[in-house]
């Protein structure tokens, strides 16, 4: 009898110890790596986010997240100030969102120190021209992605909202849906910086850019085949109501109206906090799951 006893003691343990063990193995996880790049000339580091199955299904491919960071920000503030990995188990865990990789690439860091800052080309900062002619092809055979437009979205805050913003209105052949939050659509003629175009002033030349590259001008002027291809694209708009950037996104989605162009927008309350975008995974995830899985 005791000899029984022990065995299924043993048993017991050895079971559990099993499924500790698995349990252990089988957890989405945030890894940092960088590429170099030719065009900047410059390692860019980049936080990938894979889901809690990547290590167990080999055979699976995943959609793709590209989650932008704002001014000042790098790689790590979707990781460390937003919690993404918290944010996507939650919502995993309860089926509102579906397995999917998260991108955040690192296109800032302290711009008042001399970093570069900014997702669009610039004198001396390519950086467009990485994003998609090195980063995107190396992220999509670097992990298991499912390389399509209909399993690519992209989302971001702030600088990166308006990042996110562009680069769906004009690579409408790459990305199924857009989540903008508290986005710089664009920077009114009142009151903005000059550009010192020697380089120095990195501040002003990322002004400059963004008024060139205006989410809500590029609306208003599109033609009829622009508009339509405008319509292909999911949007979601999300802002704060005390957000100072709250005006330029209501303009952004009056163009939008006016032009018969479908758009989500979502007023909450809130400002231009980490509060408010660490909020808004819970509902930008669910929406992109939504876009990867149209009903």
Request: hydrophobic share 40%.
């Amino acid at each position: 009898m005791k000899r029984i006893i022990l065995s299924l003691l043993i048993l017991c343990f050895t079971v559990i110890t099993i499924a500790q063990t698995t349990g252990r193995q089988a957890q989405s996880r945030i890894v940092t790596d960088s590429i170099y790049s030719n065009v900047l000339k410059a390692y860019r580091a980049y936080n990938i986010f894979l889901p809690q199955s990547y290590d167990v299904d080999k055979d699976r491919s995943y959609p793709v997240l590209y989650l932008l960071h704002g001014m000042m920000d790098t790689n790590h503030a979707w990781t460390m100030r937003g919690h993404l990995k918290d944010v996507m188990d939650q919502l995993t865990a309860s089926g509102e969102a579906g397995e999917m990789i998260i991108v955040t690439p690192n296109a800032g860091g302290n711009v008042y120190a001399g970093d570069w800052n900014g997702y669009f080309n610039m004198p001396g900062w390519a950086y467009e021209d990485f994003f998609y002619t090195e980063f995107v092809p190396h992220i999509e055979r670097t992990y298991r992605i499912v390389a399509d437009r209909s399993h690519r979205a992209i989302a971001g805050l702030s600088m990166g909202g308006g990042g996110t913003t562009s680069y769906a209105q004009r690579h409408t052949d790459m990305f199924c849906a857009a989540y903008a939050m508290s986005a710089l659509m664009d920077i009114p003629d009142k009151g903005r910086p000059k550009a010192d175009h020697d380089g120095k002033d990195k501040v002003s030349i990322l002004t400059e850019a963004v008024k060139r590259h205006s989410c809500i001008r590029y609306v208003t002027e599109a033609d009829e085949a622009r508009k339509a291809e405008l319509r292909t694209v999911r949007w979601f708009v999300d802002c704060g109501d005390d957000d100072f950037l709250l005006d330029r996104n209501i303009e952004f989605i009056q163009a939008m109206h006016s032009a018969g162009i479908p758009v989500e927008f979502r007023v909450r309350d809130g400002g231009h906090t980490w509060e408010y975008w660490h909020t808004a995974l819970y509902i930008c995830l669910p929406f992109v799951t939504r876009c990867f899985n149209p009903s």
